[in-house]
């Protein structure tokens, strides 16, 4: 929950305070259901229940933050859950209930905000450029690297701002750990201890996304249980440490390489500040330093752990109900600039 000054977008400045953040995790069930649904491999019926049974976890989570901060919200912003994202076809979803949610917390939602910018010609992604210049400044430059499950970064170099998906952050190393550890993901990065192997680390390299221009994004459906499937028999000559330490060395080297053939010029030692769970991985934080030494690379602690991502589509959808535009045209293609999402009452 933010307080935001609606009059303030003008200025650059419309961010005034976190109120609180709070996180649940999904069920065991549910998080294998969503990758299932990631995966293309749920039926459109068993789509059709999770999306209602996504809406009831949303609203259970929105409710308890409510509950502990003894505060009403004005509105709500409702990213949901990704599942497809297509944007060579201008499709994208997002498997959210705006209406439990409604009514769960007795205010109107704003929701749906990538699909505005696909009418567009847009790509739908990546949205938080403007939430990142509103957060950071404008006064000097920087780089905002995001290790979601997909990489994404904001360039920002006095100027001129810039922002799309890398690749892969932590997809890959959560599904990993889910097939050769028994866990959601490895906490800390602490089986990718091993070596990396260059062989697998050149042939993933020569992917076609990175070799595409901007503007670009892409998500699970590319770099996700797919591509795991398809990479695991070299995985699998690997010793377990080395498997790790190799898909570690893939997202850092991705981002590399993608902000060096694409990335707007900044001064040495710009900071380069890193959200996401990925800023929790301590062999991927240290593949980034070894790989981008011209930036000075620091965890972005202004906010806790996981409440970057909220806290931006919160601002988004502020930037709505003052009537703002939320998209960044440069950055994901959009003809021109609209204020983003659908209501409801």
């Known amino acids: 929950m933010i307080e935001v000054d609606p009059n303030a977008f003008e200025r650059g400045l419309p961010f005034q305070a976190l109120l609180g953040h709070h996180h649940e995790t999904y069920t065991a069930e549910l998080r294998t259901t969503v990758l299932r649904a990631a995966a293309d491999d749920l039926k459109p019926s068993e789509l059709c229940i999770l999306q209602r049974q996504l809406g009831e976890a949303h609203a259970a989570a929105s409710r308890n933050l409510i509950k502990r901060l003894n505060t009403q919200p004005h509105f709500a912003c ?21 209406y439990v949610l409604s ?20 790509q739908g992604a990546p949205l938080v450029p403007m939430t990142e210049l509103w957060l950071h400044g ?15 970064i904001t360039l920002w170099n006095g100027k001129e701002l810039q922002a799309w998906d890398l690749g892969p952050a932590m997809s890959l190393l959560d599904l990993a750990a889910h097939r050769w550890l028994g866990l959601p993901f ?7 201890t091993g070596r990396v192997s260059d062989q697998a680390l050149e042939a993933w390299l020569r992917h076609p996304h990175f070799q595409t221009p901007l503007p670009k994004s892409t998500g699970r459906e590319v770099f996700g249980a797919t591509w795991l499937d398809r990479e695991l028999s070299s995985l699998e000559q690997l010793d377990r440490a080395d498997r790790f330490a190799t898909l570690a ?3 850092a080297e991705a981002c590399a390489r993608e902000i060096r053939r694409w990335g707007l010029p900044l001064p040495l030692g710009s900071p380069l500040l890193l959200s996401g769970g990925g800023a929790n991985h301590l062999r991927l934080c240290q593949e980034l330093e070894r790989r981008l030494p011209e930036f000075r690379i ?12 909220a806290i931006s589509w919160a601002l988004l959808g502020a930037a709505s109900v003052a009537g703002k535009p939320g998209n960044h045209c440069p950055s994901t293609g959009a003809r021109h600039r609209a204020v983003l999402g659908s209501w409801t009452p």
């Open 249 to 251: 060395a893939f997202s």
């Open 103 to 122: 009514e769960a917390i007795r205010c109107p939602v704003i929701w749906d905000l990538r699909r505005r910018d696909m009418a567009l010609g847009g």
């Open 78 to 98: 409702l990213h949901g859950q990704t599942v497809q994202h297509w944007p060579g076809q201008g499709a994208t979803l997002q498997l959210a209930d705006p």
């Open 186 to 192: 490895d906490p800390e990065g602490q089986q990718a």
């Open 138 to 152: 404008q006064s000097n430059s920087w780089a905002a690297l995001n290790l979601g499950g997909i990489a994404n």
């Open 298 to 309: 620091e965890r972005d602690t202004r906010f806790p752990s996981g409440a970057r991502e």
